[in-house]
T-cell receptor, first 114, second 112 residues
Framework: DQQVKQNSPSLSVQEGRISILNCDYT??????FLWYKKYPAEGPTFLIS?????DKNEDGRFTVFLNKSAKHLSLHIVPSQPGDSAVYFC?????????????FGKGTKLSVKP | DVKVTQSSRYLVKRTGEKVFLECVQD?????MFWYRQDPGLGLRLIYF???????EKGDIPEGYSVSREKKERFSLILESASTNQTSMYLC???????????FGQGTRLTVV
């Protein structure tokens, strides 16, 4: 049973607009959430994270929002750029679990069109 | 910068062969992981290790084994490769002070 769900396999956005990638989770023990970006034939790279004690974390063009009551988080990219085209994975970790033992969603492929 | 290096970018092996995938990290991380990535399935954890000579099964350990004789090196072994093990294999590491795992560049394994 999937504990981390990314229900949109793909998303297409125009350059300069906002990209919103969504992620839902089922395990209330998750206390830390991360977003990774992956280009083809490369390993995932860490993008941004958020602790469960916060509801927002911002880093440049990237902002992650967490709604604990809805067990939902989202990644906002503003403005979107063609170089942002990649697969984005949402991941979660639970306190007490081995650090870095992350549960990943299936990913959302973002295409940013010039 | 943390560097996680996987020994091969691309491998082609025959069914039934024993396959070794090697991973080395240079940041003295305690924890190392092997994932596989398949289209539509995301990243799935095969095995992880939180110390030398220690190993724990992940979600899909069947058909795989691992070895961690030194802290910096974590090997994934396919005892008898099968075509359903064709995949992208990703190694990752992290220490005990953070959640963010650092990934290698991946090994695209094709079993024919």
């Amino acid at each position: 049973d999937q504990q981390v769900k990314q229900n949109s396999p793909s998303l297409s956005v125009q350059e300069g607009r906002i990209s919103i990638l969504n992620c839902d989770y089922t395990n209330s023990m998750f206390d830390y959430f991360l977003w990774y970006k992956k280009y083809p034939a490369e390993g995932p790279t860490f993008l941004i994270s958020i602790s469960s004690i916060k509801d927002k974390n911002e880093d440049g063009r990237f902002t992650v929002f967490l709604n604990k009551s809805a067990k939902h988080l989202s990644l906002h990219i503003v403005p979107s750029q063609p170089g942002d085209s990649a697969v984005y994975f949402c991941a979660a970790s639970a306190y007490g679990g081995s650090q870095g033992n992350l549960i990943f969603g299936k990913g959302t492929k973002l295409s940013v069109k010039p | 910068d943390v560097k996680v290096t996987q020994s091969s970018r691309y491998l082609v092996k025959r069914t039934g062969e024993k396959v070794f995938l090697e991973c080395v990290q240079d940041m003295d991380h305690e924890n190392m992981f092997w994932y596989r990535q398949d289209p539509g399935l995301g990243l799935r954890l095969i095995y992880f290790s939180y110390d030398v000579k220690m190993k724990e099964k992940g979600d899909i350990p069947e058909g795989y084994s691992v070895s961690r004789e030194k802290k910096e090196r974590f090997s994934l072994i396919l005892e008898s490769a099968s075509t359903n093990q064709t995949s992208m294999y990703l190694c990752a590491s992290t220490d005990n002070t953070r959640y963010e795992a650092f990934f290698g560049q991946g090994t695209r394994l094709t079993v024919v």
